[in-house]
């Protein structure tokens, strides 16, 4: 790489490549925005830009801010300023460019797709019909997926007003722990200096009461766990969107295991419930399939140690407990997560039947390292979840 | 340009390396670009990869003083900026209330004498050339904390209602260092220049192992950088919840040589397995796997 190829700081050249890298990665989802563009340019001028290595550091540390989007940054980069002609197209935006889709076996989709130029893009979107052929099989696997999806995504017009009802008129109260902040209040203990003199100043400067400092209450943080496999299909949607309006405002992770686990926190930031729905089954690869309770979990305590907090988790395992999976492996997963949280907290919609008990193999776990199991098969019942649930962390 | 700033890639590169701390050029890009361009250096990676050790290392090779501030739950403003000594500001209320009229009284017990400096202002009030700011594991604090540490790390300057504005004497280097138990809000990001931290190589790790474990012969602490690199490749890193990180690795080293080992062998590797690994799955899964990972690397 060499200096004229990038173009001189002062003749404005410099400025312009830098501009459209910086679209580029853009395009392809990374939090680009001008004020950056600038600060990488102020960057490049900072190191010795005829290193190829060196202006790739200083670009990456300017215009990279999470750790997933290294790889993407690392193509790019190597695309456009590989060969001056590539990048010249591209910025231009008028040709496909036959370089980049000869290598593209090897790119992240995200990257590939932030190459392609928006005309080829568009063509892609109106007729994909040669893309389906050579895909079969698993086009007509996520076709399945994808009808089925379909009815999770929206809720009805009846529906929707009965999640908003229950929601404000049953709020979940999310039992509360006395965090390690502190405010006045007035039981004995440390004295609320603060507090002290202002009330004091109050009173001519006596001190008649003297607040002490007392720990703020705040919601215990909440991790939802929902079963979205065939069997719980009927329940996982208006649970989800439930939960999602009543467990407003509290810290919460959410997940979601089938034959996987899937994130939903994300989606759960939605403030409507259907934009949280048509969110969730996006991320949600394998919606009604089936379940793999242990795998899930492993990949919970692995991958997503951090959604647990220091014990202190209220833990809401959505399930029927209908699980296939190796038993053993989900009763040492299922006692981990009992240890990391305060309380674990069945919720099993096959309560319903009189005489129920659980009996299947992964509900016999279930019901074993679960604090307490709670029925949720109808909306009625959720009113008395909210009951349940003060009763059980009272003890 | 103050004196003393190393200011190219290679003169960081090298400062550092004569304190002990083996930087790659990636990441002395980013340092060499944080202090040149004023802006905070985050530092994520997975626990003992150095994060911390590289804000220790320039507040040596600078000379200058390094604040800390270590987050965590439940931190807030007066264990992070300032409190007031309330107790010494009563005690003085009481001995002069007969003597001064009120308004001198009210000056003097908020006279600066009163006021407890916690670390991001005694970053701030620091005397010229400055100090190196670590902000330790900020994914601990809570979200208001971030809120605010993002108008500090924006303008390097508080607001004491009693006294006023304080401002930065000089500004200082700032690290901030996240093990990512949470993502952080990205405005805090944008202030920031970002790396990420990755394992050292294995020359890197053997130099790192040399210098802190001088006592290892040669043939031991590069079986130790050669052991603990194969480990964290695939396809044996899989294995594995919590790879050791580069602390393990001259702690194991240490180890090693408290036992009088010359080479590593199955029995010593099983018997010192805690050194490496914390959790009993991985002592498990390393127990299974020590034959294959002391077997020699085929000849390159």
Request: hydrophobic share 45%.
């Given at each position: ?90 910025m ?95 039981r004995?203990?440390?004295?609320h200096w ?10 001519g ?63 759960f ?5 259907d ?34 907090i ?16 190796d ?58 979840l ?10 | ?47 003992g ?9 320039v ?75 670590l ?37 200082p ?128």
């Open positions: 790489m060499s200096v004229s190829m990038l173009g001189d700081a002062r003749s404005g050249k410099l400025a312009e490549n830098i501009m459209g890298f910086g679209r580029l990665l853009r395009r392809a989802g990374l939090p680009v925005d001008s004020s950056r563009i600038a600060l990488g340019l102020q960057a490049v001028q900072a190191v010795d830009i005829g290193s190829r290595d060196q202006l790739r550091w200083a670009l990456e540390s300017v215009l990279v801010s999470r750790e997933q989007d290294r790889v993407v940054f690392g193509e790019l980069f190597d695309a456009i300023f590989r060969n001056p002609e590539i990048a010249k197209q591209l231009a935006q008028l040709l496909p460019v036959s370089k980049a889709q000869k290598e593209s076996a090897r790119r992240r989709p995200r990257s590939q797709e932030a190459l392609s130029s928006p005309a080829q893009r568009q063509r892609e979107d109106a007729a994909p019909p040669k893309e389906e052929h050579r895909l079969d099989a698993a086009m007509s696997m996520s076709d399945q997926q994808r009808l089925k999806q379909a009815d999770f995504e929206m809720l009805s017009a009846s529906e929707y007003r009965l999640v908003q009802r229950l929601a404000t008129q049953i709020a979940l109260p999310i039992p509360q722990w006395p965090s390690r902040r502190r405010m006045a209040g007035r004995a203990g440390a004295l603060a507090a002290c003199l202002r009330r004091a100043a109050q009173t400067g006596e001190f008649i009461e003297l607040p002490s400092r007392v720990p703020r209450l705040r919601p215990l943080p909440v991790v939802i766990l929902v079963d979205v496999s065939g069997s719980m299909e009927r329940y996982a949607r208006m649970l989800l969107a439930f939960l999602h309006a009543a467990t407003r405002g509290a810290a919460r992770r959410v997940f979601a295991f089938g034959s996987q686990l899937t994130d939903l926190t994300r989606a930031r939605a403030e409507d419930p934009d949280m729905l048509v969110q969730a089954a996006h991320a949600i690869p394998d919606f009604a399939g089936g379940t793999r309770m242990a795998e899930s979990l492993k990949v919970l305590r692995t991958e997503h140690r951090g959604a647990l220091g014990r202190r988790s209220l833990v809401l395992v959505i399930s029927d407990g209908l699980d296939t999976g038993l053993q492996a989900l009763d040492y997963e299922l006692s981990w997560l009992h240890k990391q949280s305060h309380r674990m907290v069945w919720l099993n919609p096959l309560l319903r039947f009189d005489g129920y008990a659980p009996l299947a193999g992964g509900a016999r776990v279930l019901a074993r390292q679960s604090h307490a199991m709670l029925a949720v098969h109808n909306l009625s019942r959720l009113e008395e909210a009951e349940a649930l003060r009763q059980l962390l009272r003890r | 340009m103050t004196p003393g700033l190393p200011d190219s890639i290679s003169d960081w590169i090298g400062a550092l390396q004569a304190q002990g701390y083996f930087a790659d050029g990636r990441l002395a890009t980013a340092l060499h670009l944080a202090v040149r361009l004023g802006r905070p250096l985050l530092l994520e990676g997975e626990p990869v150095g994060k911390t050790e590289l804000a220790k290392a507040s040596r090779v600078l000379g200058r003083e390094m604040v800390r501030l270590q987050c965590y739950d439940g931190l807030e403003q007066r264990d992070a900026l300032y409190e007031w000594n309330h107790a010494a500001q009563l005690l003085h209320l009481r001995l002069a209330q007969q003597s001064s009229a009120p308004e001198q009284l009210e000056r003097e017990i908020y006279d600066p004498q009163y006021l407890i400096a916690r670390p991001l202002l005694k970053a701030l009030q620091a005397q010229p050339p400055g100090v190196v700011l902000i330790d594991e900020v994914d601990r604090a809570d979200e208001p904390f971030e809120a605010f540490l993002l108008e500090y790390l924006g303008e390097y300057q508080v607001s004491i209602p009693e006294l006023g504005t304080v401002g930065a004497e000089a500004m280097i700032t690290f901030l260092t996240s093990n990512r138990t949470r993502d952080l809000h990205d405005a805090v990001k944008r202030r920031c220049l970002f790396h990420f931290m990755d394992y050292p190589d294995r020359d890197r790790e053997l130099a790192i192992v040399r210098q802190h474990v001088p006592e290892a012969s040669a043939q031991l602490s590069s079986q130790v950088a050669a052991f603990v690199h194969k480990l964290r490749s695939q396809p044996y890193a899989d294995a594995f919840v919590r790879l050791p990180g580069i602390a393990e690795s001259v702690e194991w080293a240490k180890a090693l040589v408290a036992l009088n080992t010359v080479h590593l062998d199955p029995e010593v590797v099983d018997s010192t397995a805690g050194v490496l690994f914390k959790q009993k799955e991985d002592v498990a899964a390393l127990g299974s796997l020590t034959n294959d990972l002391l077997a020699p690397e085929k000849a390159a």
